[in-house]
């Protein structure tokens, strides 16, 4: 049973240990996980301790390794499913080292299939994703402000406002910004 002490852990505290038991779960070592989602075992062991906040790009490789969405590995250290999510509870996660912000509008639970997210990348700004989490993975990407490229199975999409890109995972993808930032709604099935 969690303690009182567990209400105020930070949300990389709340991921370190979401992935330290997932690989626990699985009976894995740390480089065992470092083969399978080539990251190094000691950038491993700093997240799993919270030494270090986690990349989009590096939770993004450990996904895939865990065969996990991002979104389902945020809902594994956030509370249960609510019907109603006011936007003041929507939970947002920050990857500031290139300028990444993920509010996850819908997330995802165990009896629905998709989640909804807004996600937004500043200018300048570049995440590459080498698999999906998932082959097939399905997303629609609606574009609301700015412009963006997202890469998906080697062709590349100029998006504008009122834009909508759908497309299945298959292998790696990328979103780029280049002289103003982008804000979209992606969904997720």
Known sequence: METAAADTDTIDQLIARRLKGLRAERE???DELAKRS??????????ENAEVSPTANVLGKLCAA???????????VEDDFVPLIRHAAQPVWTD????????????????LAGEALECEIDPGARITYEQPPRPGL????VMLE?????TVNGQTHDLHPGDCLRYQLFGPSAFATSGQSARYMLFIL
């Not at 080539?38 to 997240?47: E, I």
């Not at 500031?96 to 009896?111: I, K």
């Open 38 to 47: 080539a990251v190094s075992r000691a950038t491993l062991s700093r997240l």
């Open 66 to 76: 865990y065969g996990l969405t991002l979104s389902r590995l945020m809902h594994m």
């Open 28 to 30: 894995w070592s740390l």
């Open 146 to 150: 700015g412009r963006l490229q997202v």
């Open 96 to 111: 500031q080292s290139v300028g990444f912000r993920r509010r996850s509008v819908s997330p995802p639970a165990q009896t």
């Open 138 to 141: 399905e997303h629609h990407l």
